[in-house]
């Protein structure tokens, strides 16, 4: 299977690099998706409403950015992997308990989780300064990841 295919819009200086990172961004965003449900699924206590709608909300937004790269990834000519397979075995994201979730555990964990994916981000933002196509995009993702974080820790 090959790894890259040509790409469809202007080359990107570093290609292969480029499409790691947003590879690897693209990995936890699924999985910051994926464990917002979980969390939404999961969730008790006296801010459930809230954070219930929230974690959804939070989850759309992940998939939405998440898609974003993939086909930033696919333009420049890097075939993303999002099989369950790959993001269980190549995200960064540290993983929820299963059961029910107190509220102020979501709180606490998924916004451990938005740091480690926001951290991830602006790593990537660092180190795409040759592609700014691709840093802007990443750019609007960080924001959107930082902006999410500071809703959910303010019903701290």
Do not use: C, Y
């Amino acid at each position: 299977m090959s790894t890259t295919t040509a790409p469809t819009v202007a080359p990107t200086p570093t290609p292969d690099r480029v499409g790691g990172i947003l590879q690897q961004t693209l990995i936890d965003l699924l999985d910051l998706a994926l464990q917002a449900k979980q969390a939404h699924w999961n969730v008790t206590g006296p801010r459930f409403l809230p954070l219930h709608q929230q974690l959804d909300t939070l989850a759309d937004a992940a998939r939405e950015h998440a898609d974003n790269i993939a086909e930033r990834a696919a333009a420049i000519g890097t075939p993303p992997d999002a099989r369950a397979t790959t993001i269980a075995a190549t995200s960064r994201l540290p993983q929820l308990d299963t059961g029910v979730l107190p509220d102020g555990t979501v709180i606490d964990k998924i916004g451990d989780l938005l740091t480690t994916t926001a951290a991830g981000i602006r790593h990537a933002i660092e180190a795409t300064t040759d592609d700014p196509i691709t840093q802007d995009l990443l750019i609007t993702t960080g924001h959107t990841i930082e902006h999410q974080a500071w809703l959910l820790r303010s019903q701290r």
